[in-house]
T-cell receptor, first 113, second 110 residues
Framework: SAVISQKPSRDICQRGTSLTIQCQVDSQVTMMFWYRQQPGQSLTLIAT?????????ESGFVIDKFPISRPNLTFSTLTVSNMSPEDSSIYLC??????????FGEGSRLTVL | RKEVEQDPGPFNVPEGATVAFNCTYSNSASQSFFWYRQDCRKEPKLLMSVYSSGNEDGRFTAQLNRASQYISLLIRDSKLSDSATYLC???????????FGQGTTLQVKP
């Protein structure tokens, strides 16, 4: 298994501000992903964080709103930009070692007022 | 139509009961199938993979019916600690992307 540390674990933010979430993994991993879980909903993939190149975004998510960095194989950041209350959600970093087996960080619970 | 559909429940069962969860998926090209477990306010964790021939892990049995695009999870002799949300997850071999169902909530009562 992989140990994944995310921070902040939770935050309350004002509308219009931006928040950067950090994800640190205890070993090098190729596949790294960012998910969102809105209240009462399941997980939705935001993007795949690619080391050394731009992230690959899923339909409905754009780089301007969710810029992602992946400077090396153990670290990634997700920024939620120009936040609105609709962005209130849990954001989860995950890594995959083999097909289908994802390990998740504990998540960052974001509330936008 | 959602790509992966589950009955959200909640399923309320007494300890010792047998409970079954169902899941359907829309993409016939899906190649990999899993059940994840998510405890309240926690991250999801892999419970088990689902193989074509069906597979068992202790009290848990997973079945796959490709023709009907249907996956099931059976829990025997339910324990209080089984209370959680069970997420059906389907993967595409083409994209490697995993699609999560909305989850089925199980509450096991003493």
């Amino acid at each position: 298994s992989a140990v994944i540390s995310q921070k902040p674990s939770r935050d309350i933010c004002q509308r219009g501000t931006s928040l950067t979430i950090q994800c640190q993994v205890d070993s090098q991993v190729t596949m790294m992903f960012w998910y969102r879980q809105q209240p009462g909903q399941s997980l939705t993939l935001i993007a795949t964080a690619n080391q050394g190149s731009e992230a690959t975004y899923e339909s409905g998510f754009v780089i301007d709103k969710f810029p992602i960095s992946r400077p090396n194989l153990t670290f990634s950041t997700l920024t939620v930009s120009n936040m609105s209350p609709e962005d209130s959600s849990i954001y989860l970093c995950s890594v995959g070692r083999k097909a289908g087996e994802l390990f998740f960080g504990e998540g960052s619970r974001l509330t936008v007022l | 139509r959602k790509e992966v559909e589950q009955d959200p429940g909640p399923f309320n069962v007494p300890e010792g009961a047998t409970v079954a969860f169902n899941c359907t998926y829309s993409n016939s090209a899906s190649q990999s199938f899993f059940w994840y477990r998510q405890d309240c306010r926690k991250e999801p964790k892999l419970l088990m993979s689902v193989y074509s021939s069906g597979n068992e892990d202790g009290r848990f049995t997973a079945q796959l019916n490709r023709a009907s695009q249907y996956i099931s999870l059976l829990i025997r002799d339910s324990k209080l600690s089984d209370s959680a949300t069970y997420l059906c997850v389907v993967g595409s071999s083409n994209t490697g992307k995993l699609i999560f169902g909305q989850g089925t909530t199980l509450q096991v009562k003493p």
